[in-house]
Structure formats: structure tokens, C-alpha cells
């Protein structure tokens, strides 16, 4: 595919929109309007990938993010794994990562998939 203009994008992206609602799981994929937004949806992801990359979380991303989830504090996760308030505080600003053992436990306890947490 050619490189994507940003009005071939804006263009795509507004015709997405107009398919939308045209378009369910009842319709054949062999339908015209199920066949443009198909094309029209490669066009708006192929663009998107390219100028809004999504970068992997850090360890200490997905951590703050699964605290602020579960809508608990950096002490009672300290609480939970054993460690000291401060050694989680370390994990959340990137000042040292967790071990092996205190990964797993965090993976465990804050329902973060091990391989978020390897960077997979």
C-alpha cells in the first residue's frame, strides 16, 4: 500500500463513520458497503500505526495503572506481597524493577498478564 495522505486518512476515517451504522452481522461480508468499510478501516489502521504508534506499557506503567484500577494504594499492595510501601513506590516511579517472585505476585494480585509484564 502507498503511503497514506493525511486527507486520504481524514477522508477514510469520516467514511467509516457514514458505514458504520450500515453495516452489522447480518450482512453478507460480500456487500458493497461491508466491502468499502473494510477498505476504509485498513486505510484509517495503516495510518494510525504509522503517526499514533502505541508504545508498550513500563513496568511502572502497568503497575500505577492496575493500582488506579483495582482502586488500590501503593500501601496495601505492599501489604499484599509482603515488601515495604517504599519498594512499591520504587516499581511505580522506575527507580528498580521487581524480581522474578515480586512480578509474579503483582501479576497475580493486580491481574496484569505475565507477558504485559515481560513486555510482550
Same mark, same amino acid.
Request: proline share 7%; net charge negative; charged share 25%.
Given at each position: 500500500m502507498?503511503?497514506i !495522505?493525511?486527507?486520504?486518512?481524514?477522508?477514510?476515517?469520516?467514511? =467509516?463513520?457514514e $458505514? $458504520?451504522?450500515? =453495516?452489522?452481522?447480518? /450482512?453478507? !461480508?460480500?456487500? &458493497?458497503? @461491508?466491502v468499502? *468499510?473494510?477498505?476504509?478501516?485498513?486505510? =484509517? /489502521? %495503516?495510518y494510525?500505526?504509522?503517526?499514533?504508534?502505541? &508504545? &508498550?506499557? !513500563?513496568?511502572?506503567? *502497568?503497575i500505577? *495503572?492496575?493500582l488506579?484500577?483495582?482502586?488500590?494504594? +501503593?500501601k +496495601? *499492595? @505492599?501489604?499484599?506481597?509482603?515488601?515495604?510501601?517504599? #519498594?512499591?513506590?520504587?516499581?511505580?516511579?522506575?527507580?528498580?524493577?521487581?524480581?522474578l &517472585?515480586? @512480578? #509474579? $505476585?503483582l501479576? +497475580?494480585i493486580?491481574?496484569?498478564p505475565?507477558? %504485559?509484564?515481560?513486555?510482550?
Amino acid at each position: 500500500m502507498n503511503k497514506i !495522505t493525511k486527507e486520504q486518512y481524514e477522508f477514510a476515517l469520516a467514511r =467509516v463513520e457514514e $458505514l $458504520l451504522p450500515l =453495516v452489522n452481522d447480518n /450482512i453478507p !461480508t460480500n456487500d &458493497k458497503n @461491508a466491502v468499502e *468499510l473494510t477498505v476504509m478501516s485498513d486505510i =484509517v /489502521i %495503516a495510518y494510525e500505526k504509522e503517526h499514533f504508534p502505541i &508504545k &508498550k506499557p !513500563t513496568i511502572a506503567e *502497568l503497575i500505577e *495503572l492496575s493500582l488506579e484500577e483495582k482502586g488500590m494504594s +501503593q500501601k +496495601q *499492595l @505492599a501489604g499484599e506481597i509482603g515488601i515495604s510501601p517504599s #519498594r512499591v513506590n520504587d516499581f511505580v516511579s522506575g527507580r528498580s524493577e521487581p524480581t522474578l &517472585k515480586i @512480578a #509474579r $505476585l503483582l501479576c +497475580q494480585i493486580l491481574n496484569i498478564p505475565p507477558a %504485559a509484564m515481560l513486555g510482550f
